[in-house]
């Protein structure tokens, strides 16, 4: 059965939340570059919550992935149901979208830990690093919403199984690949 909630649209405006909220963060970055850096609190509280809303965004495409919610043209893509959740997990990662997505997801993960550890360091490279890391994001974002999305759906309908994860994906190996090398 479907899930009660529509997620196509709600990834859709996740992915669109990030966007205003990665363009917000560098809007004030650049703010506090130009002589203002009582705004550098905001940019960073601005990073964390880019980086929850990604965040929130792969825990929806993992969910729709364990929900087989096969509207979303992704899933139908690199899903069916047999296959066990571990590899319901590894299908994030298995096509073009997902991997952006995820990509983001890490660079959100690296630009918290960045904005967190600059807390009190380099206050005036500090607004460039994180506007850096928001425009990167604005990018991923702009293509995930325009040419890659995740979430796009099925123009047919949705379908009762999806085709299944390419069988070489389909291993350890393969699992961990991907994420490790976005790590790297």
């Known amino acids: 059965s479907m899930p009660a909630i529509d997620l ?5 405006v996740v992915l669109c939340a990030i966007l205003v909220s990665a363009a917000y963060t560098f809007a004030v970055c650049l703010q506090a570059g130009r002589g203002r850096p009582e705004l550098l609190p905001s940019a960073r509280a601005g990073v964390y919550a880019t980086a929850a809303l990604i965040a ?4 929806t495409l993992a969910y729709a992935f364990q929900a087989h919610d096969f509207r979303i043209r992704y899933i139908a893509r690199y899903s069916d149901r047999s296959m066990p959740w571990f590899y319901l997990v590894a299908s994030l990662w298995g096509g073009l979208d997902g991997s952006i997505l995820w990509w983001t997801f890490l660079l959100g993960g690296y630009s918290t830990v960045c904005a967190f ?4 360091r380099l206050p005036e490279l500090q607004p460039y690093i994180l506007a850096t890391l928001m425009c990167i994001v604005m990018f991923f974002c702009v293509l995930m919403l325009w040419s890659a999305n995740p979430f796009s759906v099925v123009a047919s309908g949705s379908a009762t199984d999806g085709e299944g994860l390419n069988p070489l994906l389909q291993n350890y190996w393969m699992m961990i690949h991907p994420p490790s090398l976005y790590t790297g």
């Open 8 to 12: 196509p649209l709600f990834g859709n």
């Open 117 to 120: 550890s600059l807390r009190r």
């Open 56 to 59: 929130l965004g792969v825990c």
